[in-house]
């Protein structure tokens, strides 16, 4: 069974601090990967998109990594600011047409 | 930049009753989806549709629940008898492709059942 694990679950840091979001997936054999942005009672904003066949993407103070090989991701978040406070979710799609999503990590970002 | 439509954004329904979350696809996308999420859990997979029939269906996608295609554009979700445990956001997507490059999420239906 596919299983998508995020790390930490929530996570609380000063305005202007870098940060490391972690994503974990059980199975390499992915098409692709995807962080997105979810902000309370919301909808889905998407981040970033990974290809298989890529390394990292990069937009803005964002950029993810892949390593499919030992099943990890991460997002990195630049001078991280109050705005930034949401919930991201890893997402990764294996077999043609259905995501699995991560718990998520809880992010805020004090003033 | 083209989007996926949902609507309504929030719908309140008694429990029993039939309900149907309506999503208008990008126009040119031909696989079309439909997800859930539970208050604090994770977002799950209920249902796929390509060529006008369902492609896959997790076990939550039981016999209360349906999807439609009912015109070129429109495509559906109706849950037949509502229980107090479908009280969910209702997130819809399409894509281009099977392989998830252009999946696009719609901003979701919050169904709350009372």
């Known amino acids: 069974k596919q299983e998508v694990t995020q790390i930490p679950a929530a996570l609380s840091v000063p305005e202007g601090e870098n940060l490391v979001l972690n994503c974990s997936f059980t199975d390499s054999a992915i098409y692709n990967l995807q962080w997105f942005r979810q902000d309370p009672g919301k909808g889905l904003t998407s981040l970033l998109l990974?290809?298989?066949?890529?390394r990292e993407q990069t937009s803005g103070r964002l950029n993810a990594s892949l390593d499919k090989s030992s099943g990890r991701s991460t997002l990195y978040i630049a001078a991280s600011q109050p705005g930034d406070s949401a919930t991201y979710l890893c997402?990764?799609?294996?077999?043609?047409?259905?995501?699995?999503f991560g718990s998520g990590t809880k992010l805020n970002v004090k003033p | 930049e083209p989007e996926v439509t949902q609507t309504p954004s929030h719908q309140v329904t008694q429990m029993g009753q039939e309900v149907i979350l309506r999503c208008v696809p990008i126009?040119?996308?031909?696989?079309f989806y439909w997800y859930r999420q539970i208050l604090g859990q994770k977002v799950e997979f209920l249902v796929s549709f390509y060529n006008n029939e369902i492609s896959e269906k997790s076990e939550i996608f039981d016999d209360q629940f349906s999807v439609e295609r009912p015109d070129g554009s429109n495509f559906t979700l109706k849950i037949r008898s509502t229980k107090l445990e479908d009280s969910a956001m209702y997130f819809c997507?399409?894509?281009?492709?099977?392989?998830?490059?252009?999946?696009?999420f719609g901003s979701g239906t919050r169904l709350t059942v009372v």
């Open positions: 997507a399409s894509s281009g492709t099977l392989t998830g490059a252009g999946y696009t």
């Open positions: 126009s040119n996308h031909l696989y």
């Open positions: 997402a990764v799609i294996y077999n043609f047409n259905k995501f699995y």
């Open positions: 990974i290809q298989s066949s890529q």
